[in-house]
């Protein structure tokens, strides 16, 4: 899938970003510019964790703990829990 951002103004004069993709339906999707910062910044969030997500469990199969996946992802669950935990 790819996603293919455009930038427009409307008739009033209010800018706006599109949002598509050239699979099959939802979309597309107009944002607000602020919105589509927003959403940049949720993304990137999200793409931040995945990697920490990845080494974390990659690094708890290896040696010394050498977990399983299923043990690794219970205690990625966990750690999640708690860092949400920590937000309030």
């Not at 004069?13 to 107009?30: A, C, I, S």
């Not at 964790?49 to 043990?71: R, Y």
């Amino acid at each position: 899938m790819s996603l293919l951002t455009e930038s427009g103004v409307n008739p009033e004069g209010k800018p706006f970003v599109v949002l598509t993709h050239d699979d099959d339906p939802p979309g597309p999707w107009q944002f607000t510019p602020q919105q589509a910062r927003d959403f940049a910044g949720v993304l990137m969030a999200a793409a931040e964790a995945a990697l920490h997500d990845a080494a974390f469990v990659v690094w708890m199969q290896g040696p010394p703990l050498s977990l399983t996946l299923e043990q690794a992802a219970h205690i990625l669950s966990e750690q999640r829990q708690y860092r949400a935990d920590l937000d309030g």
